[in-house]
């Protein structure tokens, strides 16, 4: 039995995470963490995700939950994710981080940190997503440097990061496969007189609005043609599941910072 500690439990992941880790039979919850100032605080997990008393009270202290843990599952913000991987690195618990919007000196910290423990860390835990961005890679070298290529993406309202770590992890992969740097010929939205499209640039657009899960579009402009890649989550089970199946897979790893394109053997 894998026993797995929640971070971020009272987030719309978190929730999730905790219903599908309480239903499987090879993992057991022994803590479900939020902020301190939530007012949930002190109730039961299982109440909060609506599926009933569990006898897993919320806390907003890891101690005594991280030393029965094998395993913690991360949906939650940059920051607060930040800490619970230096404590897991400090205590050599596995961890999985389904977190996104990490600076660029915060994914160094992560790097540096997963020497000591294994950490799994995905912007998106579909399954689907990650076999999408492994198809990507492949059009952008079939398609060649003819077609104008534009990111979509689409998220709920109260997404606080844009745009999306896969919207991201799609541009940068794009940008890899053409030889540039990502930062150099990323245009996040357009507005006003911009003269005509540069033939390297890559377009990120961002959509917020009320309930979307999650919508990824990646489109391929060319001569007299346009392709589409598209992936749309119909709840949010999908990235639960997928979380709940890198923690099983990471438990079983050497210590190391792992990603999707590792548990499906995809790299």
Same mark, same amino acid.
């Given at each position: 039995m894998i026993r797995v500690l929640v971070t971020g439990a009272t987030g719309k992941m978190g929730r999730r995470v905790i219903d599908l880790v309480h239903t499987d039979p090879e993992l057991e919850l022994v803590g479900a963490i939020t902020h301190r100032t939530h007012a949930a605080l002190g109730r039961d997990a299982g109440e909060v995700a609506g599926i009933g008393p569990i006898g897993?009270?919320?806390?907003?202290?890891?101690?005594?939950?991280?030393?029965?843990?094998h395993v913690i599952i991360d949906f939650s913000v940059a920051e607060a994710a930040l800490a619970y991987i230096r404590l897991a690195a400090a205590h050599t618990k596995a961890i999985v981080v389904g977190t996104t919007g990490f600076t660029a000196s915060q994914h160094e910290?992560?790097?540096?940190?997963?020497? /000591?423990?294994?950490?799994?860390?995905?912007? %998106?835990?579909?399954?689907?997503?990650?076999?999408?961005?492994?198809?990507?890679?492949?059009?952008?070298?079939?398609?060649?440097?003819?077609?104008?290529?534009?990111?979509?993406?689409? /998220?709920?309202?109260?997404?606080?990061?844009?745009?999306?770590?896969?919207?991201?992890?799609? =541009?940068?992969?794009?940008?890899?496969?053409?030889? %540039?740097?990502?930062?150099?010929? =990323?245009?996040?939205?357009r507005r006003g007189m911009i003269g005509r499209r540069s033939d390297t640039e890559i377009g990120i657009q961002v959509v917020r609005a009320g309930e979307i899960v999650g919508e990824h579009t990646v489109l391929f402009g060319g001569p007299g043609?346009?392709?589409?890649?598209?992936?749309?989550?119909? %709840?949010?089970?999908?990235?639960?599941?997928?979380?709940?199946?890198a923690a099983k897979w990471v438990m079983q790893q050497p210590r190391g910072l792992y990603s999707m394109e590792d548990l499906l053997h995809l790299a």
């Open positions: 897993v009270v919320l806390e907003h202290d890891c101690t005594r939950a991280l030393s029965q843990a910290d992560i790097r540096r940190l997963s020497q /000591h423990m294994p950490c799994f860390m995905a912007p %998106n835990m579909s399954v689907g997503v990650n076999v999408m961005v492994y198809v990507l890679r492949q059009l952008v070298t079939l398609l060649g440097p003819g077609y104008d290529i534009e990111i979509l993406e689409a /998220h709920h309202r109260t997404k606080v990061d844009a745009p999306s770590g896969t919207a991201l992890r799609m =541009a940068a992969v794009v940008a890899e496969v053409r030889g %540039n740097h990502l930062e150099d010929v =990323a245009v996040y939205g043609e346009r392709l589409e890649l598209v992936h749309r989550s119909q %709840n949010r089970d999908t990235f639960a599941s997928g979380a709940l199946r």
